[in-house]
């Protein structure tokens, strides 16, 4: 007690040191959020004014259309039904190939953590994760466009993104897997079960939440990619479900809007039917994780 | 020096010079273990840790097949049948094991972990077969009257004490010979102790029970027979009520005095 009364003075200093450096904290946090409000904030102002039915459910126009509509004052006709069915279809091809390689690629690190080579796996696939996307896009085009499909096609494209999405996945597995506790696999062994069963069916149930997470997350991450879509997938004007044809996809249109000068106000409303998917999937996955622990 | 006192006829395990190195050529956990298991009697494994307890419980269902770096050496018999010529999934279903944490099946029910043991072997039962099983191995570690209404929600809901009586009825559903207990209650409050120490004296009429624990008075409370192990070594092996009453071995009196452990 003594010391608090005769240290009254310093307390009074240090209160005020505490207060001045949370002002500081609350500070630079609103500083790192008002981006992201703002992003929302001038994607909702300038886009929602062209969200109606038919920007869901027609392809892009054409830049005559969309003049002579601002001309006449009105908003401009179609859609990006292109751009969405494209992207889902992309994106979905992407997820078949990715998702099983990477869960197996994930299980095997997993069970060899030790091991070297599976240190040399874990680095590549580090490794891959920083690679630019515009390279695997250039990887992409050589593998499959020059070879597999002849010309620019969706399969490029999923081919690219899946390369994407598998670091992602490989580590979330592993990394799921690795909280699940040791005796529980065991309690399997101990009942006779072979191997794989344990996996099948104690291991990767036991696991879902985590993995859909870490799948949640990798197809949100390469829902936005133009770059190696540019290079693989090209863009196309109709709504194209064949693997070795062009296909567009939502960030391509962007970028096609983009370099149309009629087409301004449509590059708003796409960016914020992106960034509303991209948020939404994330939300979901975040939702599993906390649902988890 | 081993101090073997016991003269145990027609043994349901029966170990022969058993040894277990957790590296290839390295040091012994478990050095050189001779040992009949009573049957229908409840066997405790006991000793400070690392002393190689768990080690030696644990290779009467070859568990230690799963790990390639453990190496072991020496027989053990079921009945008189090497276990190395028994597959280890009829080897596993003869010899049941419980954890030392209780490890339901987190995405099955407490129907289905009790069952998990067919299910996950692919063995098809009538639904009949199925009720059966589930009422009597739940009946028979007292959980039945507590879970009979909610069979069909998840074992993990279960609080800890139920948890481990659930994972012994898992263990008990193949009808085992013999059931190895790695320390069951070291996670659980003394109420939920007590309980499975009761369920474990009831169980020896039916079943042989191999019990590995740190804790000396429950060792004394419930079991028949007892080892003392230290540093890998078989060092006592007696009746209970011998060891703790006239223990041979200078270390086993230190242990069971306190003295280390």
């Given amino acids: ?293 | 020096m081993i101090t073997h006192n016991l003269n145990i006829e027609k043994p349901v395990l029966s170990i022969k010079e058993l040894s277990v190195a957790y590296e290839k050529g390295g040091k012994h956990a478990v050095d050189n273990v001779n040992a009949d298991i009573k049957r229908n009697a409840i066997t405790a494994i006991m000793g400070p840790s690392g002393c190689g307890k768990s080690t030696l419980l644990r290779a009467f269902n070859r568990m230690h097949d799963l790990y390639s770096n453990i190496e072991t050496k020496g027989k053990i018999f079921l009945n008189g049948k090497d276990i190395d010529n028994i597959s280890t999934i009829t080897l596993r279903r003869r010899v049941g094991m419980v954890f030392q944490r209780p490890n339901p099946f987190p995405t099955m029910s407490i129907y289905d972990n009790v069952i998990a043991g067919y299910k996950l072997n692919g063995i098809r039962l009538k639904k009949q077969q199925k009720d059966d099983i589930v009422e009597e191995s739940l009946t028979d570690v007292v959980l039945w009257n507590e879970v009979k209404d909610s069979l069909f929600k998840k074992g993990t809901f279960l609080s800890g004490g139920q948890q481990q009586r659930l994972c012994i009825a898992r263990a008990l559903a193949f009808q085992p010979d013999v059931i190895l207990l790695d320390e069951p209650t070291s996670a659980l409050d003394p109420v939920a102790t007590s309980k499975v120490e009761d369920l474990l004296v009831k169980l020896k009429q039916k079943y042989s029970i191999v019990l590995v624990t740190h804790n000396m008075s429950q060792a004394a409370r419930i079991s028949d027979n007892s080892m003392f192990m230290y540093l890998g070594d078989l060092v006592e092996y007696d009746r209970t009520k011998n060891m703790f009453t006239n223990p041979k071995d200078k270390r086993t009196e230190e242990y069971l005095t306190g003295k280390f452990g």
Wanted: hydrophobic fraction near 50%.
């Fill in chain 1, 1 to 293: 007690m003594l010391v608090i009364i005769n240290n009254s003075g310093e307390s009074n200093y240090r209160s005020k040191k505490n207060k001045l450096f949370l002002g500081l904290v609350i500070l630079l946090s609103l500083l790192t959020i008002s981006p992201v409000v703002l992003i929302i904030y001038k994607l909702i102002a300038k886009g929602i004014h062209q969200i109606n039915l038919s920007f869901f459910t027609e392809t892009a126009p054409d830049t005559l259309a969309a003049m002579t509509a601002i001309n006449n004052g009105e908003i401009i006709p179609g859609g990006i039904l292109n751009g969405i069915t494209g992207t889902l279809f992309m994106v979905t091809l992407a997820s078949f190939m990715a998702i099983p390689i990477g869960i197996m690629i994930g299980i095997f690190l997993y069970e060899n953590t030790e091991k070297k080579y599976a240190a040399i796996i874990r680095d590549i696939s580090d490794i891959m994760q920083g690679i630019p996307s515009i390279v695997l896009g250039l990887i992409a085009y050589l593998w499959i466009v020059k070879n597999v499909t002849n010309g620019f096609s969706a399969l490029a494209g999923a081919v690219a993104l899946t390369i994407m999405m598998l670091p992602l996945i490989i580590r979330s597995t592993e990394e799921t897997l690795k909280m699940i506790p040791q005796s529980i696999k065991e309690a399997g062994f101990a009942l006779g079960v072979p191997y794989h069963k344990v996996m099948l069916r104690v291991l990767i149930p036991s696991s879902l939440s985590g993995l859909l997470t870490g799948i949640l997350l990798a197809i949100s991450r390469v829902l936005g990619e133009t770059a190696p879509l540019l290079l693989t997938a090209l863009g196309s004007p109709i709504v194209n479900l064949n693997i070795d044809k062009p296909t567009s996809a939502v960030p391509l249109l962007i970028w096609d809007f983009y370099n149309d000068p009629n087409m301004v106000d449509l590059i708003w409303s796409s960016s914020l039917f992106l960034m509303g998917f991209v948020l939404t999937l994330n939300l979901i996955s975040k939702r599993i994780a906390a649902k988890r622990t």
